[in-house]
């Protein structure tokens, strides 16, 4: 029922009730008198009936408000029971109604975006780590549970001094809940690979501080974001070394260069027997920095990715032929038996011919320079598995296990002393590898000290 008519006849039935109050007070008449007062007992009788039922009404839909604001506050958004009575009490339930389907769609699309944020903080290629105010771990990431080699549910409500040991990372947590911005750190983590991570850690600030209060201004957390930088240090090194590596191979020739040729112009010059002598080394030392500068040069073009070798079909037996006659000479000044031990007629290569046969050449030219007299030398070609493979074997001093991948590094020698002496420059090897790789092969050592070496490269065949 509207209101207003409600109101209406309340003022109607108050009215009633004083008419009948003043004719049974007032009356002359007893008998009206007797009938008025009679009307207003009904009148009273039936008001307290109507207001008795009225207030239970009223007290069951008041109830039902509460119990509908008592599940809003569980973030229960059932709309209230219907109410059509049309009062204020209607229009209360309607507002409630209202402001609770507006809190579900505000809540579930807040959900939906921290759903969206979470999968791409987890899905991040790089280490995230949310600290709270005291020091746990509140979140993290997989690949920063991966990084300190846990799961991501066991670093999760930990303290974090349990889960990064490094102090110098701790203490920029710490600056870093204090409200300290633009942190920088690295963290090294030790295991089967050493690894490195650069980390950057930034406070979370509090909700406003007219919204929550003068405390909210400080930092709920820290967020620790981990990249890894093992690769940018482990280049960094790499050039190093190798500026370092190139001054020394180059200083070796030059001051003999210098001290021969100081020698000579300071009187030696004049003694015929050993001018000719400082002279030939003079020449000896120029051509090994010629070699080492070739070589430097080739590996740059190479690294820069300025090789680009002139594919055509390459077969390996006469590849291997053409090889041994050239190396045949140095084998037989040294009287090692040097042969090919076969090749199948029609094992065709997909390569440059002039880069392949480099690579032989330095294979061969190794199996010769680390062979004692005497020894023997094999090369031999088969197919495997869509490769042609070519194997140089000797029977020469063999190479330590711990070193058989390294003599692939750049100037990296077993025994550098007696290599550099023999006239090598460590390049070769390396030189080889990149031109197997540029041909979409691979090449790999098996040796054993005192019993030989076999390298063997393989190279995509031409079908
Ligand atoms: P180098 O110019 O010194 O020969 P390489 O890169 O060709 O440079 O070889 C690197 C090192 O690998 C050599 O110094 C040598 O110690 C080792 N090595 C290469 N081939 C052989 C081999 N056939 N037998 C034994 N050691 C070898």
């Not at 598995?385 to 194997?391: F, T």
């Not at 420059?425 to 019993?451: D, M």
Request: proline share 3%; hydrophobic share 45%; glycine share 8%.
């Amino acid at each position: 029922m509207r209101a207003s008519l409600l109101s209406k006849l309340g003022v109607a039935y108050l009215l009633f009730l004083l008419a009948a109050l003043a004719v049974a007070g007032f009356s002359s008449k007893p008998a009206l008198r007797q009938d008025a007062l009679l009307v207003a007992f009904a009148l009273v009788a039936t008001g307290l009936a109507l207001w008795l039922g009225f207030w239970k009404r009223f007290s069951r839909r008041v109830a039902g408000l509460k119990e509908s604001a008592r599940r809003l506050a569980t973030a229960d958004f059932r709309p209230a029971p219907a109410d059509r009575s049309g009062d204020d009490l209607a229009e209360l339930r309607d507002a409630m109604n209202d402001a609770a389907s507006g809190l579900a769609a505000r809540i579930g699309a807040l959900t939906q975006a921290r759903d969206r944020w979470t999968a791409i903080l987890r899905g991040m290629v790089e280490g995230i780590a949310v600290v709270d105010a005291g020091e746990r771990v509140a979140f993290c990431n997989e690949t920063f549970s991966e990084v300190v080699g846990m799961t991501a549910a066991r670093v999760e409500g930990r303290p974090i001094l349990e889960v990064i040991r490094q102090p110098e990372i701790l203490e920029l947590v710490r600056r870093g809940l204090a409200g300290e911005e633009g942190l920088r750190g690295e963290l090294e983590v030790a295991g089967a690979r050493r690894r490195v991570f650069g980390v950057t850690i930034s406070p979370v600030p509090g909700s406003a501080e007219e919204i929550a209060g003068p405390q909210s201004a400080r930092p709920i957390g820290a967020v620790a974001v981990l990249h890894e930088i093992t690769e940018l240090r482990r280049l960094e090194q790499v050039r190093k070394d190798f500026v370092a590596n190139v001054s020394h191979e180059l200083k070796t020739p030059l001051t003999s260069i210098q001290g021969f040729s100081e020698t000579l112009l300071g009187g030696a010059l004049e003694d015929r027997v050993n001018s000719r002598r400082f002279v030939e080394i003079i020449r000896d030392h120029a051509l090994r920095l010629s070699r080492i500068t070739d070589d430097l040069l080739k590996l740059s073009r190479i690294e820069a990715g300025r090789l680009e070798p002139e594919f055509q079909t390459v077969f390996a037996k006469e590849l291997i032929e053409r090889a041994i006659e050239a190396a045949r000479p140095r084998a037989e000044a040294k009287r090692l038996a040097l042969r090919s031990a076969g090749a199948p007629e029609s094992l065709r290569l997909r390569g440059d011919s002039n880069l392949l046969r480099e690579v032989l050449d330095n294979l061969l030219a190794n199996a010769i320079q680390y062979t004692p007299e005497g020894g023997r030398i094999e090369v031999s070609a088969a197919e495997d598995q869509g490769y042609g493979v070519i194997s140089v074997s000797d029977t020469g001093i063999g190479i330590p296990e711990a070193e058989q991948e390294r003599i692939f590094e750049r100037f990296y020698r077993v025994d550098a002393a007696r290599s550099r002496e023999l006239g090598s420059t460590g390049l070769g090897l390396s030189i080889a590898r990149h031109l197997v790789e540029a041909h979409g092969g691979r090449i790999v050592v098996k040796s054993a000290v005192g019993e030989g070496s076999r390298f063997s490269f393989s190279i995509p065949l031409d079908r």
